[in-house]
């Protein structure tokens, strides 16, 4: 049995740890294969890769590409692709590019709610200058004393209908799904317990997602309670979904949940790396 964790983060997007840092940290928690998945980024891949080899971590590359579908925000993990792929870097920085402009955008708002400079704020949190993210403001809005922790901060800012919040339009599904799969990889559909879709939208979204080649969910991650992965098991099992599992890992002592620190996926289900050579 292999501890398996295929999602996490860096400073490369946003995480808290350097990329070598996240390798060391799997590996002291025991993983035995990894994923660095950055948001909507593949620079951390070289550092990820050597720091695992030197660790004697089997690594795998991954990405988490942020996608807008039916006016919904979702995430897609692409994962064993190949990161020379020109495509799929064109796509990533494509997706990336218009988080500057609403990172200001959010900060203005957040002025009017009684947080001044939050742009510089959250810049002091940022590791890679394209991926500017509301968690990067979230921490800053901690430092300001406003909110105690994240969780507080993404009750009260930076959500639908709170200040800090700009609509964005991300990839579309059909995109990111490609680039994924034209780089030889396999695109997972990310915390699929997250999303604030009906039973219908999220039949519709996974009959589209596997049409244009998707062929995974996220069933045990650190985005999902316990409930959660029995209700994505089923939906594995009936949408003929292989199963992933990854603990979306972002910082210590913020997540809740740590690398490797999961349960194992339920034992009737195919796993993502059914045909790796681990
Ligand atoms: P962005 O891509 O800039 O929209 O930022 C999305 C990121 O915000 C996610 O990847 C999470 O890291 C973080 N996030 C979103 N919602 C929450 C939440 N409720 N609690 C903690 N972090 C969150
Ligand atoms: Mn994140
Ligand atoms: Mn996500
Ligand atoms: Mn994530």
Known sequence: MFNVDLHCHSTVSDGALAPAEV????????VDV???????EIGGIAEAREAAGDLGMRYVTGVEISITWAGDTIHIVGLNFDETDADLARGLASTRSGRERRAREMAEQLAVAGIPNAFEGALKYVGNPDLISRTHFARYIVETGRCAD?????RNFLIEGKPGYVPHRWATLKDAVTWIRNAGGIAVVAHPGRYDLSDLALDSFLKEFKRFG????????GS?????????????????????????FHAPGESHTDLGGLPPLPATLVPV???WRL
């Not at 390798?23 to 025991?30: D, I, L």
């Not at 998707?214 to 991650?221: A, N, R, S």
């Not at 999902?224 to 979306?248: C, I, K, M, N, W």
């Open 23 to 30: 390798a060391a940290r799997a590996k002291a928690n025991g």
């Open 34 to 40: 990894w994923a660095l998945t950055d948001h909507d």
């Open 150 to 154: 994240t969780t507080e901060v993404f």
């Open 214 to 221: 998707g062929v995974g969910v996220e069933v045990v991650t």
């Open 224 to 248: 999902h309670t316990p409930d959660e992965y029995g209700r994505f098991a089923d939906v594995a099992r009936q949408y003929g979904l292989l199963a992933s599992r990854g603990s979306d």
């Open 273 to 275: 790396w059914h045909d």
